[in-house]
Every structure is written in C-alpha cells, then in structure tokens.
C-alpha cells in the first residue's frame, strides 16, 4: 500500500478508509435514505459510505453541509472555499484542504493564494501554529479573511472581536462575516471525520 | 423552528432583538439543520454503543477543553447516569477500558485532531468498539467542534454588530 500524503497538495488525493464502509448491496432502508440525499444515483463515494454507519447524523449533515457551502448569496463561492482551506491547514487534513484549494482556485482562476498559503506552512517547518507569514503575499481582505479562519480552528478559538472587526474593516458584509464562521467552523467538523477516519493516498 | 430557540443562538446570548436577526433570518435553514445534527449527534433514536448520557458528558468534557463556558452548562442539562464523571477533565476512564480509549480519543481530536493517527482507530477497536460505534463517536466529536466554534463566532459577530 502507497504511505499516507503528509505534505499539503492542491492534487486531490485517494481517500482510504480506516473502518470498514457500509457495502451498498447490505445497506438498511434508513443508510439508504441518508445516502441518497448526497447522490445523483451512480456513484456513492467511500466517504458517505463510512458515515453510513451512522444514518441519523449523515441524513442532517449532508444538507447542512450543502446549505452552508453552495447556499446562495453571502460569501462568494470561493472565500467559502477559503474558510475550509484555513480550518484544514489548520487541522492538518491533507484531503480537504486539497480538494478545497483546488476549487479555490478553479473559483478564482489563479494559483497565488493557495501557493501563499501552502508555501508559508512550508516555511514555517510545517508547523501550521505559526503561520504568521501566511499575510505576505495575499492582499488586505484575503489576509483578514484567512487569519480569522485560522483563530477560530484552534481549540480553543483564538478569533477576538478585532479579528472580526477587521473583516468588516476589509469590506466584509455582516452576512459574509456568518457565512466565514460557518465555512471554517464546518471543516472543525468535516477534518475530524475525513482525517480521523482515513488516509489520503496517491490517486491509483 | 425558532431561530433564537436554537442551542446555538441561546449559547450566543442572541434574543429576536438582536440587531444580527435580519442576517440570521438569511441563514435559518443552516441553523435548523445544525439544532437537527445537535439532536443527531446527542440524543439520536438508535445510540448504538455510545448512550446518551455518554454523549452528553463527552460534548461537556469538549466544551471544557475548549474553554466554552455556556455549553458547558447547556450540556450538563443533558446529564444522565455517568455523564458527571466523563465530563470530569481530571478523569481518565479509570479501569475502564472502553471508556478510557473513549476519552482518550475525544480528548485528541478535540484539542489536536492533526495528530490523530491509524493507531488511534486501532486503540478504539482492541477497546471494544466496532466501527458503527467509531464513526459515531467520530461524529459527535467533530459536530460538537463545529458547533463551539460556530458560538465563538456568533458571540463575535453579536460584539461589533
């Protein structure tokens, strides 16, 4: 088997589940129901089958995660997708932030912000506790931005009411500012289950 | 559902005054679905191996770590049989070796999730748990991270609005 990636990718790797996946062909009506709420029928990922084996909280999770992700309005698309980067830098989960940087960047069309991101972890030897340097290269709103994702992933939240002032300050909506808090407070969630419960492995 | 009844919004100090109403209105469906996973992840219909007074003395034990004063509280009004002692952050599960691998990995992934290792499901398989089991304990984990950082967060929001 290939070893784990512990290095931050913007190539999204193979998820490898640690527990054992729900097979579709002895799925129970109630995981069946919770799984169809993420799929447009051909595929289920190995993902949703592992958190079938806990239906009830799968059944609510999906559309929250949808809801806060692809609602509509508030934050763009993709400084949602940013507050997912911070928390998963932040939690060190490979495969989210990867799959997450990626959109970014599809988003945004550019590489510079998740290669500022990813490049300063490097600098700072890996330890992602100290990225202080991450502001250097991004500009004033995306700095803000990122800075106070990356607070509010650390247990505990080291996001102060500065910290919020300054998204406001940087021209953050109300609005934008709640959809940032649920974006990065989402991913405290999703890297605790992706990270937790699996490997992120070389595609093929 | 109420908006301003949510665990979320009462944790928050957020009332139907709230100058943040009009903003949190926008978000309702989010924070219904988050009052939903609250009951999922608490108080589900089929516990599995993990009983709700489990639960909710771990949520406790989480808040705690993560210095969360009114959920805290909010959780110990969950209590049942057993729920004191696992909120307790002095108690390690004692001779208890399923309850000990329990803490041991809420305590990780609460405060240090990147460390969380293929050894770390191992440990809470040669404790007895199967993985229905993992995964909700996963789960309850990861939903209470998420909601303390979304209090955080609106309690901030409630501060400069």
């Known amino acids: 088997m290939s070893e784990p990636i512990k290095d931050f990718t913007t190539v999204v790797p193979h998820w490898q589940p640690r527990v054992i996946p729900v097979e579709l062909a002895n799925a129970t009506d109630e995981q069946l129901e919770a799984m169809k709420v993420t799929v447009s029928n051909t595929k289920i990922g190995e993902y949703t089958l592992v958190l079938a084996l806990d239906p009830e909280t799968l059944q609510q999770r999906t559309p929250l995660f949808n809801g806060i992700m692809y609602g509509r309005g508030g934050l763009s698309r993709a400084e949602t997708e940013l507050g997912a980067v911070a928390a998963s830098v932040v939690n060190r989960c490979i495969y989210c932030a990867a799959v997450h940087a990626n959109r970014y960047n599809e988003l945004t069309k550019t590489e510079n912000v998740i290669g500022s991101i990813f490049g300063s972890i490097e600098n700072a030897g890996g330890n992602e506790d100290e990225n202080a340097d991450v502001d250097t290269e991004l500009d004033a709103r995306t700095a803000a931005l990122m800075d106070f994702a990356t607070k509010l992933s650390q247990c505990p939240s080291e996001a102060t009411k500065a910290d919020a002032e300054r998204l406001i300050e940087n021209g953050l909506s109300m609005g934008e500012v709640l959809d940032l808090i649920l974006s990065a407070s989402l991913f405290g969630w999703a890297n605790r289950l992706m990270h937790v419960l699996g490997d992120p492995l070389p595609q093929d | ?161």
Not at chain 2, 36 to 43: D, P, Q, T, V
Not at chain 2, 97 to 123: G, M, Q, S, Y
């Open chain 2, 1 to 161: 559902m109420d908006i301003f009844e949510t665990v979320v919004a009462k944790a928050a100090g957020l009332t139907s005054d709230s100058p943040l109403k009009g903003v949190l209105t926008l978000r309702s469906d989010i924070l219904e679905l988050t009052e939903n996973s609250h009951e999922a992840s608490l108080r589900p219909i089929q516990p599995g191996g993990l009983t709700h007074a489990e639960r909710a003395g771990l949520a406790c034990r989480m808040s705690k770590r993560n210095d969360e004063a009114v959920l805290t509280r909010h959780y110990e009004t969950l209590f049942g049989v057993g729920s004191q002692a696992v909120a307790n952050t002095g108690f390690d599960g004692g001779d208890d070796a399923r309850l000990k691998a329990i803490i041991r990995h809420t305590d990780l992934v609460t405060t240090n999730p990147k460390e969380a290792t293929a050894d770390d499901i191992t440990a809470l398989r040669s404790a007895g748990l199967d993985d229905a089991d993992i995964v909700r304990l996963s789960e309850l984990i990861a939903f209470v991270s998420y909601q303390i950082r979304v209090v955080a967060g609106l309690r901030l929001m409630a501060e400069i609005a």
